[in-house]
């Protein structure tokens, strides 16, 4: 054990360039990440109600408000995503990742002084300006670094804060942090080699590809890679965004390898993962748990289990388990959970607390637990690792633009549901859980141990025997009919 333990941790400092590299693009993740865990919680302060007039509002109201100030930067993300293909081709991904950190910077700075010096009104119309503006920055930074690191952050910076406008206000300076981190470490990173290849700096390629495995540009391991990036790329060089978009429907396997991180990335949403990211407070109180600082509590204590499944997760299952299995297991764990859930709702409607209400409170944190063995971080890894190497600015806009877009569509409607359709949205959104499982199963290919450029391989054809030939179980379907070998 000691032996081994020592091995990796030689093997990790050997990479340590590439861990740091890693660390510094995926900190961008926590824009979105804080934000989620942040506007839930604020949404249930009284000063912030108090200062916006919210307690005034009817239930309904109060739903559309809820559901308008939470979407509104999903819809910022949405256009910021539009513009990434542009700036990261013509100036590559560092500069466009730095740019989308200042924004989000700014963005949360106009939303930490918003109201200061003006009335109601207008402290409300900048409100949804600086949403909407910090996110086009977390929709660039979701399109340009999808590894995915942390989803939710720990609310506890506002509970022990006096009741009073720096309350609400407190959270929204705090999200500055990981903006400036970001930026910082950002910073003395080098560009991405197969944007440097595409522009013909094949020399500064080599040069990051040797940083990031700290060796010399002669080194065989070096050139060889750069050479498959180079014939990867061979006679593609420079294609124009528009002749991108043209091209993925070259040929079925393109355009299949081109509609797969799409609907990676609508499934994503529909597990009603921002559901409960945003509007957990409501939930545990329908579940019996009432009051400012227990609502915070439980949001928090959810905000940290999610933090450390994701982070076990990608250390531990993405490479061992595979793309599929995670994908898969984690699709039924949502799915049994958020029908629980919506069952315990239906036939315990009352917010008084019995003990099968602490089993559904159990029952969000597993939620939590499998959203993060799956549909959390694997959706970005399976659109990265699928898209044609070529094709990819292209792909990964058309995957991050239809995850925003049902991201704003979620979020604006989940607070109506909630107050419409009570238990019935957890049972629609277990249903949908079930169904992107069974699509795991019998329609995607495992991409594990294929390098990005012969991922192209596993979709020539027989993509549904392949597929289930990777899936649990699922060569009981096929009889003796197999893939060809890769």
Not at 74 to 91: A, D, E, I, K
Not at 238 to 264: D, N, W
Request: proline share 4%.
């Amino acid at each position: 054990m000691g032996l081994t333990i020592k091995g990796t941790l030689a093997e990790v400092s050997r990479h340590r360039n590439a861990y740091i590299l890693a660390l510094s693009a995926s900190m961008g993740s926590f824009f979105y990440g804080w934000d989620t865990g942040l506007m839930g919680g604020i949404l249930t302060l009284a000063s912030f109600q108090d200062y916006f007039g919210i307690n005034k509002m009817s239930t309904s109201a109060q739903a559309d408000f809820n559901g308008n100030i939470v979407s509104i930067m999903q819809g910022g993300s949405f256009f910021g995503v539009l513009g990434t293909s542009w700036t990261s081709s013509r100036f590559g991904r560092k500069w466009s990742l730095i740019a989308s950190g200042i924004i989000y910077i700014i963005g949360s700075l106009l939303q930490a002084i918003v109201g200061l010096g003006s009335n109601q009104v207008v402290a409300l119309r900048v409100l949804y300006f600086s949403r909407f503006f910090a996110g086009l920055g977390v929709g660039m930074v979701s399109a340009l670094a999808p590894s995915y690191v942390s989803e939710d952050d720990v609310e506890f910076s506002s509970i022990n804060l006096p009741s009073g406008n720096m309350q609400w206000r407190m959270p929204f300076l705090v999200q500055l942090v990981p903006g400036i981190l970001f930026v910082l470490m950002m910073l003395p990173q080098p560009e991405s080699p197969r944007w440097l290849v595409r522009r013909g700096r094949c020399a500064e390629a080599a040069e990051t590809l040797a940083y990031v495995v700290r060796t010399s540009v002669d080194d065989k391991a070096v050139l060889l890679t750069l050479d498959e990036i180079k014939a990867d790329f061979m006679g593609k060089q420079r294609v124009p965004m528009l002749m991108q978009f043209r091209m993925m429907g070259e040929s079925r396997k393109i355009a299949l390898r081109c509609l797969i991180p799409s609907i990676a990335m609508f499934f994503q949403q529909w597990t009603g993962t921002n559901a409960i990211n945003y509007f957990s407070p409501q939930i545990f109180a329908g579940l019996g748990i009432s009051g400012t600082t227990s609502g915070l509590f439980s949001t928090g204590i959810y905000g940290l289990v999610k933090v450390i499944a994701v982070g076990l997760t990608l250390a531990l299952a993405v490479e061992s388990w595979g793309r599929k299995i995670c994908l898969f297991v984690g699709g039924l764990g949502q799915g049994f959970a958020m029908l629980w859930i919506g069952g315990f709702s239906a036939v315990h409607p009352q917010t008084t607390i019995v003990p099968a209400g602490y089993v559904s409170i159990v029952a969000v944190y597993l939620y939590a637990v499998f959203y993060c063995i799956g549909w959390g971080p694997l959706p970005w890894v399976v659109a990265s690792e699928v898209s044609p190497n070529h094709l990819r600015p292209a792909v990964m806009t058309c995957a991050v633009c239809v995850n925003w877009l049902f991201a704003f569509t979620i979020s604006r409607l989940t607070p109506a549901m909630l107050d419409h359709i009570t238990y019935g949205t957890f049972l629609l959104f277990g249903l949908c859980c079930i169904v992107m499982s069974a699509w795991v199963y019998f329609f995607l290919p495992e991409t594990k141990g294929y390098a990005l450029e012969d991922i192209k391989y596993l979709f020539e054809k027989d993509i549904i025997v392949r597929s289930l030939e990777d899936s649990p179980g699922g060569r009981v379907f096929l009889g003796g009919k197999r893939a060809a070998s890769v």
